[in-house]
């Protein structure tokens, strides 16, 4: 089974313990239920979405998307490959993007890296933060840890971890940032 069916099939089975309908929780969410029914029927529920969920049932993010417990003390990658649910990204459409975390409406970031500009400085703040890679290669570095990510990776991390991020190889890199604090 692919890695996006298997998310649908976690927040399927979510959804059913927590004894909700697609209809009920479509509405909770703020969503259409015709659009909610697309996105279980066809696997491709958009990030936002994924982090909605998880916020409406109190579940970890990571864990809902990877199957695996968090390791959000450091750091969990999240790898998507070319699938459905990263050309939903192609268009930048933010409003989609869009997550909420403590009452806040967090709107994504889009960065672009070119190869000539110079590595990031690591810093640190609260919170948590979210890379999502639509283009290209990047490099997010901890301290003396670099984890390469390509287009249609996601990482997941604490970002209190001094942390910086960099283009990797000859093209532009663009990737998706949402900092929670």
């Known amino acids: 089974m692919e890695q996006i ?29 015709e659009a909610y029914a697309g996105y279980e029927k066809n696997g491709d529920f958009p990030i936002s979405v994924i982090y909605e969920i998880a916020n409406k049932f109190n579940v970890d993010f990571n864990e809902l998307v990877t199957g695996e417990p968090s390791r959000i003390d450091t750091y969990q990658v999240v790898r998507k490959g070319t699938g459905k649910s990263i050309r939903r990204f192609e268009g930048y459409h933010f409003q989609d993007l869009a997550f909420r975390y403590a009452d806040k409406v967090m709107q994504p970031l889009l960065v672009t890296l070119d190869p000539s500009d ?6 640190s703040h609260s919170g948590q933060e979210f890379n999502l890679v639509l283009k290209g290669k990047m490099a997010v570095v901890f301290d003396k840890t670099e984890i ?18 960099r283009c990797v190889g000859d093209t532009e890199t ?8």
């Open 118 to 123: 110079e590595p990031a400085a690591l810093v």
């Open 148 to 165: 390469i990510l390509e287009a249609g990776d996601a990482i997941y991390f604490n970002p209190t971890y001094q942390h910086g991020q």
């Open 174 to 181: 663009m990737f998706l940032t949402m900092i929670a604090e």
């Open 5 to 33: 069916s298997e998310i649908t099939a976690r927040i399927r089975e979510l959804r059913e313990i927590c004894e909700y309908s697609q209809e009920q929780l479509a509405a909770e969410l703020g969503i259409s239920a």
